[in-house]
């Protein structure tokens, strides 16, 4: 089965600098990744999905990146502000499901 | 649209005791999920449902039940209930196995 992979420690950054987290899958290349946002004592929340034929992909100040041949998809936040203090989950689909990894916390300090 | 709720946010159980966590979603989606996750740690998938009628084990499914009678409604069910099932459960739904929209989460914690 698919497992993904995500840097469990903490991941601080000052304000105004770009936030880069990291996802890796380990078996199968999935046809799409997605990342959410979760926030304490909330429900994760959906920020973006790339597919497999999509090398890059953009929301306002969020990109997200996904390379089949280092099975790893990257999450960048531009200009990070205090507010994007939270949480990131990266997902794999699979067959009637979704992989989640255990998710990255980011803490962007004033 | 509400989205999903989820019932109730907070529970206090024995150990032994019994009870159904309520999930509702009321954007006609196929797919529906429980997760537990424990403090600290990721999503575990418990039980998925894939329709009416459909449901299938997740990864953790060992002490609860579901059923999925209709397509907004898919309770979980504690049966005998222990402290290794504390945790937060949510619950999430889906059109196929792309974006999931979770409910608020209910705090379970099992004394």
């Known amino acids: 089965s698919q497992k993904i992979e995500q840097n469990s420690e903490a991941l601080n950054i000052q304000e105004g600098k770009t936030a880069t987290l990291t996802c890796n899958y380990t078996?199968?290349?999935?046809?799409?990744l997605q990342w959410y946002r979760q926030d304490p004592g909330r429900g994760p929340v959906f920020l973006l999905l790339?597919?497999?034929?999509?090398k890059e992909k953009r929301k306002e100040r969020l990109k997200v990146t996904f390379d089949t041949t280092l099975k790893q998809s990257l999450f960048h936040i531009t200009a990070s502000q205090p507010a994007d203090s939270a949480t990131y989950l990266c997902a794999s689909e699979g067959y009637q499901k979704v992989t989640f990894g255990t998710g990255t916390k980011l803490q962007v300090i004033p | 649209n509400a989205g999903v709720t989820q019932t109730p946010k907070f529970r206090i159980l024995k150990i032994g005791q019994s009870m159904t966590l309520q999930c509702t979603q009321d954007?006609?989606?196929?797919?529906m999920y429980w997760y537990r996750q424990d403090p600290g740690m990721g999503l575990k998938l418990i039980y998925y449902s894939v329709g009416a009628g459909i449901t299938d084990k997740g990864e953790v499914p060992n002490g609860y039940n579901v059923s999925r009678s209709t397509t907004e409604d898919f309770p979980l069910r504690l049966e005998l209930a222990a402290p290794s099932q504390t945790s937060v459960y949510f619950c999430?739904?889906?059109?196929?196995?792309?974006?999931?929209?979770f409910g608020p989460g209910t705090r379970l914690t099992v004394l």
């Open positions: 078996n199968y290349s999935p046809a799409y």
């Open positions: 790339i597919r497999e034929n999509e």
């Open positions: 999430a739904s889906s059109h196929r196995t792309d974006t999931q929209y």
């Open positions: 954007m006609n989606h196929n797919y």
